[in-house]
């Protein structure tokens, strides 16, 4: 096992603690009126960085370069679309919604983030190696 540092436990125990507070609005959102759109896109958003949040934790805990890149990987799914998400939530909330309306905007906001995601998991094009 790779030596452990005090600030790593400390990197660990924040972002646990911050998944603790995510999974607490998760279920704020379940019980409350989640029919409605803007509840939705933020249930969603929150699952998207519940995702980068536990995969960045195992990546700081793998012991293994693979298992790293593998997470990394994994991570991508969460990281890419977290900011279209939130800035989607922010145009609902703000009531411009019929930017929406036309599916050639609803595709033009969230190809790049497709775009990322799949560079993400391609490996070779974004990052190469994680080294530990």
Known sequence: MRGRTLFMD???????SVMTIYCFLLIHIIRFK????????????????LIWLISNVIIINSNTNEAAMLWFKISAAGQSFFSALVLHYYIL???????????K?????YLPHCILAIGFFTGDIIINEIVI
């Open 10 to 16: 400390m990197v660990n125990f924040t972002l646990i």
């Open 93 to 103: 909330f703000t009531g411009r919604s019929a930017f929406f309306n036309k599916w």
């Open 105 to 109: 905007n609803f595709l033009l906001f």
């Open 34 to 49: 989640f029919k409605l759109s803007l509840n939705r896109l933020f249930f969603i958003a929150t699952v998207s960085i």
